[in-house]
């Protein structure tokens, strides 16, 4: 009984151990838009062991993200980009529920000069 549940709970912690660099994924959230309509933004981010790197919006007009980091004191994220119009885009905030597959990035979304509060969901 006690080496099922030993080995039970090691399986656990080897399958968290994998689950690999905070902000690998696809991450997916919305900002004010045009009128009352949202305007939905996606990032994918993948870290290749020495820097983050990714798209926003993929697609044929991706924007590529020129700069991320990953503050661990507090688990900040700075995200910063160039728009297609030549316009910064900057996001920041910080990671919640770290331990969680579906973990969530708060914080401020500045495009064109405006800001808007962004919750990006990894999907």
């Known amino acids: 009984m006690r080496l099922g549940l030993a080995l039970v709970l090691l399986g656990a912690s080897v399958a968290v151990a994998q689950e690999g660099f905070p902000l690998d994924g696809t991450w997916r959230g919305e900002r004010a838009g045009a009128g009352k309509v949202p305007e939905t933004i996606v990032m994918v981010l993948q870290w290749d062991g020495k820097k983050i790197g990714g798209v926003i919006n993929p697609g044929p007009s991706a924007i590529q993200i020129a700069d991320a980091q990953l503050i661990p004191a507090g688990w ?3 995200i910063a980009a160039q728009a297609a119009n030549g316009k910064p885009i900057r996001f ?15 914080g401020t979304w500045t495009q064109g000069g405006k800001s808007f509060p962004v919750r990006m969901v990894r999907e």
């Open 76 to 78: 900040k994220v700075t």
């Open 92 to 106: 920041e905030g910080a990671i919640e529920n770290l331990g969680e597959y579906n973990r969530a990035i708060a």
